[in-house]
């Protein structure tokens, strides 16, 4: 049985770096990297607990088991972990319907993954509705960056209702794609 809720306990965080582990491009074939899509940031448990205090992630339990997550950031989150800062220096600079990002109340996607055996099933989509009934009184839109070559990711979050509004190439020559759900 499939449920939809937020982290609680340290054993689910440790179950989320243990899924993120295994999709983190070092883990994965270039085949399954094209194919799957893959996660960029490897994150400790103090990490997780310390972006949990300030909002809890959404997880995706199948029985007691988390096969699935969606990370929650706010502006709080901007030190925390240092190599997400550009994103949010970006956030700042940068404009969505005429205010800049930093003017609005938002939520970070700060990573999604689901188990590979239980993609293709609905998950993502099923979590993104969670994750916007339980933001979406807070929050005005949700935003998050996704590497251009995660085709994969780049698809799955238009078919959601992500779009993008900015691009841009960092230190590394990684293409980034920043898109926002809107929940006004």
């Not at 306990?9 to 582990?21: H, M, N, P, R, V």
């Not at 972990?81 to 609005?104: A, T």
Request: charged residues 25%.
């Amino acid at each position: 049985m499939i449920t939809y809720t937020t982290s609680e306990t340290d054993k689910e965080l440790s179950e989320i770096i243990d899924l993120q582990k295994h999709n983190l491009p070092q883990s994965l074939t270039k085949s399954e990297i094209q194919s799957q899509g893959f996660v960029t940031v490897s994150h400790t448990l103090e990490d997780l607990k310390q972006l949990n205090s300030y909002e809890q992630h959404l997880i995706i339990k199948d029985e007691d088991k988390i096969v699935g997550y969606l990370l929650a950031m706010t502006k709080h989150s901007k030190h925390d972990i240092p190599i997400l800062l550009p994103m949010f220096e970006i956030f700042d600079s940068i404009q969505h319907k005429g205010k800049l990002i930093s003017e609005y109340k938002y939520i970070v996607v700060g990573q999604v993954c689901i188990q590979k055996n239980h993609r293709g099933q609905g998950l993502l989509d099923h979590s993104y509705a969670a994750y916007r009934s339980h933001f979406k009184d807070k929050y005005d839109f949700a935003i998050t960056e996704i590497a251009t070559s995660n085709t994969r990711s780049i698809n799955a979050h238009k078919r959601i209702g992500f779009v993008e509004i900015y691009r841009y190439s960092d230190n590394k020559n990684t293409e980034w794609s920043i898109v926002i759900w809107d929940w006004r």
